[in-house]
């Protein structure tokens, strides 16, 4: 199985809501990203999980929080987004953190309203 | 700041042509990728080069690195319409290869 699954494909939030978006991969990989990608621009590395720990945080605000409950899963709770927070929230995995090739999600497409 | 700028930044060929696209990168790296994006999808990983190799192939892919220029080309052979998609290059950072910074990517349109 070399497919990493995000749910959900689409959601509209308003600016007070509460969400998260959801990554999970049965690959047994050990590394984990968050990206953010703006129409015809290249992802932007948001975080990364390295064994479950939070290696890398890309000053991103605080309205994002990750969460790696467990080496398959990658969570990022949305709150009290802006409506230039709407992109393409992209999930993706490797075997290990840095050295490999990463397998990417679909991606959630995010409308803040 | 941006690790890779690519270039050109669209492309349109017909299909059974030749496409070459090439990223120039500013720092040393340990290796560089090429992911291929189809329009609002997740990237695929078409290949990865060592910061010691200089060239390597992919079924109708070939890549090449220069450390020296700070740069690499993807070539795509023979391209078909199915090859439609952006292409982005890929590096870590010499000093922080946990990090992958993506290009700014080639559009490429193959006519039919």
């Known amino acids: 199985d070399t497919e990493v699954t995000q749910t959900p494909k689409h959601l509209v939030m308003g600016m007070t809501n509460k969400k998260s978006l959801k990554c999970e991969q049965h690959m047994g990989h050990r590394a984990m990203y968050w990206y953010k990608q703006k129409a015809k621009k290249p992802p932007e590395l948001m975080f990364v999980y390295s064994y479950e720990k939070l290696s890398i945080n890309e000053s991103v605000p605080s309205r994002f929080s990750p969460e790696c409950p467990n080496s398959s899963l990658l969570n990022l709770h949305l709150h009290a987004l802006q409506p230039e927070d709407s992109a393409l929230y992209l999930c993706?995995?490797?075997?290990?953190?840095?050295?490999?090739?990463?397998?990417f999600g679909p991606g959630t497409r995010l409308t803040v309203t | 700041s941006q690790q890779g700028e690519e270039d050109p930044q669209a492309l349109s060929i017909q299909e059974g042509e030749n496409a070459t696209m090439n990223c120039s990168y500013k720092t040393s790296i340990n290796n560089l990728q090429w992911y291929r994006q189809n329009s609002g999808r997740g990237l695929v990983h078409l290949i990865l080069?060592?910061?010691?190799?200089r060239e390597k192939h992919s079924g109708r892919l070939r890549v090449t690195l220069d450390t020296s220029k700070k740069s690499s080309s993807l070539l795509i052979t023979a391209s078909r319409a199915a090859d439609t998609a952006s292409y982005f290059c890929a590096t870590d950072e010499d000093y922080n290869t946990d990090k992958l910074i993506f290009g700014t990517g080639t559009r490429l349109q193959v006519f039919p």
């Open positions: 993706a995995s490797s075997r290990l953190a840095g050295v490999d090739e990463q397998y």
């Open positions: 080069i060592r910061s010691n190799e």
